[in-house]
């Protein structure tokens, strides 16, 4: 009982996220963000992904949100990529730092992305 807790508040609190950025972002809805895709779009599919697998459990679901999280750490580090090449110029030592301690969250949010793999449920 405990474990199915903590599985739903992990996909629960990105879930409310979403919805959270999704509304704070209604006068963009039809503005294109870096990816391509309206800000409706990407808001509404990664809360529709966060919100199957808070529905059902499922490898599928999991795998979905591993594929958002995955795609989100790419970004990540093609923005610390670009920071470590203009270091000096436009950011500084605290901003390096900063970047550097949100990369090592996100990266432990993953691993316990991982570790919550469910063992059936294919779908």
């Given at each position: ?77 093609i923005d610390l990529k670009e ?19 949100v990369l090592l969250v996100y ?17």
């Amino acid at each position: 009982m405990q474990r199915k807790w903590v599985i739903q508040l992990s996909y629960g609190i990105p879930f409310l996220l979403f919805i959270f950025l999704l509304i704070e972002s209604f006068n963009e809805w039809s503005s294109k963000t870096n990816f391509g895709l309206t800000h409706l779009e990407l808001y509404g599919m990664a809360s529709a992904i966060f919100l199957i697998q808070l529905v059902r459990n499922s490898i599928l679901g999991w795998a979905l949100v591993i594929g958002l999280y995955l795609f989100q750490l790419t970004f990540l580090l093609i923005d610390l990529k670009e920071l470590f090449a203009l270091y000096g110029a436009k950011y500084d030592s605290s901003q390096v730092i900063t970047y550097l301690l949100v990369l090592l969250v996100y990266l432990i949010i993953g691993y316990f992305y991982f570790l919550l793999k469910p063992k059936s449920k294919r779908i």
